[in-house]
């Protein structure tokens, strides 16, 4: 993936918290929490290596995709048992992530697969948060727990994948900089990222900077 300009990914990120801001004010919201469903979405874009039979003692060891189905389709099952609405949706390409993005009944979104802090791999293509920004034409009432790694990417604005998407920033989790095992990963990494529900364009590169100098 190409490294851009920093003044173009600075006034990208202007860009987006405008828009974002406009999206507020219009009151382009999805439909409430409690009537819409949580979105389980897996990518398919996987190596093709299995996961090292070392870290898994005592478990099966499987192949990164088999992973990501299996967790998805463990919390299918959690939000289901406790009687809330989940789809689990299989992620190939940019266009399924999309759909997701853009359904306004969608409320809540798992997204698992293969990442960076602010990116998730599909096929042919990477799901940026930028990308999200200009795909949104609302923001989404609920959660938004990205369960890829986290790990920052040298050179390039490290914003959280979710940011443009969610109504409310508290409820954007995501392993802050580290890297996480495909199967079962340390639940201690996914963390709040964000501190304010709205945080602005100095706020983000405020923990840019920080960021960029903890890792």
């Not at 992620?91 to 359904?103: F, L, M, P």
């Not at 923001?139 to 938004?144: E, M, R, V």
């Not at 890829?148 to 508290?170: A, E, I, W």
Request: hydrophobic share 35%; with cysteine; proline share 3%.
């Amino acid at each position: 993936m190409p490294y851009l300009d920093p003044t173009i990914e600075a006034e990208r990120l202007e860009t987006a918290c405008m828009k974002r801001a406009e999206l507020i004010a219009d009151g382009h919201l999805s439909v409430p929490q409690s009537s819409g469903y949580i979105a389980i979405m897996y990518s398919t874009e996987c190596a093709e290596t299995a996961t090292d039979p070392e870290l898994e003692e005592g478990f099966e060891t499987l192949s990164q995709l088999e992973c990501f189905q299996q967790e998805a389709e463990f919390y299918l099952g959690l939000y289901q048992a406790m009687g809330l609405r989940a789809e689990k949706i299989k992620g190939s390409t940019i266009s399924d992530a999309e759909a997701v993005i853009k359904d306004e009944h969608c409320t809540d979104i798992i997204a698992i697969g293969n990442g960076s802090y602010g990116n998730m791999w599909f096929q042919g293509s990477h799901l940026t948060w930028w990308n999200i920004s200009m795909m949104s034409d609302h923001l989404k009432d609920g959660s938004f727990f990205q369960r890829t790694c986290g790990h920052y990417r040298d050179g390039r604005l490290n914003v959280s994948l979710g940011t443009f998407l969610m109504n409310d920033q508290t409820l954007i989790y995501a392993p802050v900089g580290s890297l996480i095992e495909d199967q079962h990963p340390d639940e201690s990494e996914f963390v709040q990222v964000y501190d304010k529900p709205n945080n602005d364009v100095a706020d983000l590169k405020a923990i840019h900077a920080h960021i960029s100098i903890q890792k």
